[in-house]
């Protein structure tokens, strides 16, 4: 892995992966922008879009870190081991545990703002559903990006957390989109 600490250096690893990034980004506002009028007709929905993104984004980011610090110990290997599987467990159960938790927040927001269109119950598996698929692509990403930087040579604390982020963005626009589509 490269130590070389220079404005040059981290420019040249990092801007073709900000700006392929900055398209991912502008992908995830596509998707969004199509999913508009259900969002609008269900406002508890609209809730959880930042909610579901951000969390699902900081959930890959928390594994992520996980696995940079594993990797620079030199503990972790890319197969299956006591360390990536035990720190995906736990990202998947966390989100097994927080989903609901954002379901049920999300419903009493729109509740106490405008009314509730959609029972709890349906909020709650709308969320449930989205953040277990998303702790599942979150760890995929996750792993996935932190070999990249890996076989690139590049600096996992630099690169997956941006990487994860964005990605757990678009993704998690999608995600809740297909769930929304398959329960309403």
């Known amino acids: 892995m490269t130590t070389e600490w220079s404005v040059r250096a981290i420019t040249r690893a990092m801007l073709p992966i900000l700006l392929a990034l900055t398209l991912v980004e502008i992908g995830s506002g596509l998707v969004l922008g199509s999913f508009e009028a259900t969002l609008l007709r269900y406002p508890s929905l609209l809730v ?70 959609l029972r709890l119950l349906t909020v709650v598996l709308v969320a449930t559903l989205s953040g277990a698929a998303l702790a599942v692509l979150a760890v995929a990403v996750t792993v996935t990006a932190t070999y990249a ?29 297909v769930v929304v589509q398959s329960l309403l």
């Open 149 to 177: 930087a890996y076989r690139f040579e590049l600096d996992p604390d630099d690169v997956v957390i941006p990487v994860v982020t964005n990605v757990c963005d678009v993704l998690g626009v999608i995600v809740l989109f």
């Open 48 to 117: 959880l879009v930042p909610v579901t993104i951000g969390t699902a984004g900081n959930l890959g980011s928390v594994l992520a870190a996980r696995l940079s610090t594993a990797f620079h110990l030199g503990t972790l290997s890319f197969g299956p081991d006591d360390t990536l599987l035990g720190n995906a467990g736990a990202t998947v159960a966390l989100a097994l545990t927080v989903f609901p938790v954002v379901g049920i927040g999300a419903w009493a927001l729109s509740s106490v703002t405008g009314g509730s269109e």
